[in-house]
């Protein structure tokens, strides 16, 4: 009994499941509201997207929270020792530095479409705007995403091994991000807070640096 009660202590592929397809089931929910937005509202259309993206994950890890374990401690809301805060702060301005090299390589390489337009269009109309901006792209979407992909699924990879919740989940956060260069900024960043969660089993390492991340280049977007 008590070696199955130390197994359901730590999320399995059911929560994994349960979040992921909950995740892409309120996303698809999210794309036909952003859709109806015109052209002309692409700061609002920015703004929203940013929200929405993190508010799904949080509400898809919530579904997964509710199905068997119900204890918040098990997917990671952990305290620790400060010196780790420190370093996703300082992970989160290495991630920016090697997201230059990354974008420089790829770019040189192929050729796409913008799929930053919106959050441009936000990060450049204004005080308020970059306001949202920032707090839907650096706060609540690092929080949705770090909940989900390392407090769920991170979490429940990490039974088999370093390499497997660490890369594993990398790749699958990376894929839900899509096919371009998003995908290798996110499959880096999936593997520094993946690394962080694999070190502490504390979400908050890695929410700081995805916080500092997403919140640099937001206000790089501003200013270009």
Not at 71 to 80: C, K, P, Q, S, W
Not at 123 to 140: D, E, I, Q, R
Request: hydrophobic share 55%; net charge neutral.
């Amino acid at each position: 009994m008590e070696m199955q009660n130390a197994s359901m202590a730590r999320p399995g592929w059911p929560e994994v499941a349960i979040g992921l397809i909950g995740y892409f089931v309120l996303l698809a929910m999210v794309a036909a509201v952003l859709v109806s937005i015109p052209d002309e509202q692409a700061p609002l259309r920015g703004i929203v997207g940013l929200a929405a993206g993190g508010l799904a994950c949080t509400g898809a890890f919530i579904v997964a929270l509710m199905f068997r374990i119900r204890t918040l401690d098990a997917f990671g809301f952990r305290a620790v020792e400060g010196k780790w805060l420190l370093i996703g702060f300082v992970l989160g301005l290495i991630a920016v530095v090697l997201s230059f090299g990354i974008e420089h390589v790829y770019f040189s390489l192929i050729i796409e479409p913008n799929t930053q337009g919106d959050f441009q269009a936000a990060a450049k109309s204004g005080v308020l705007a970059l306001f949202l901006t920032v707090f839907a792209g650096a706060v609540l979407t690092p929080f949705g995403e770090e909940v989900l992909y390392r407090g769920a699924v991170a979490n429940a990879l990490n039974r088999y091994g370093p390499w497997a919740g660490i890369l594993g989940s990398g790749v699958i956060f990376a894929a839900a991000h899509g096919p371009s260069v998003i995908f290798f900024n996110a499959l880096m960043m999936g593997v520094l807070t993946g690394y962080l969660f694999w070190k502490t089993n504390s979400i908050w390492p890695g929410f700081v640096t995805h916080f500092v991340y997403n919140g640099i280049w937001l206000i790089i977007y501003s200013m270009q």
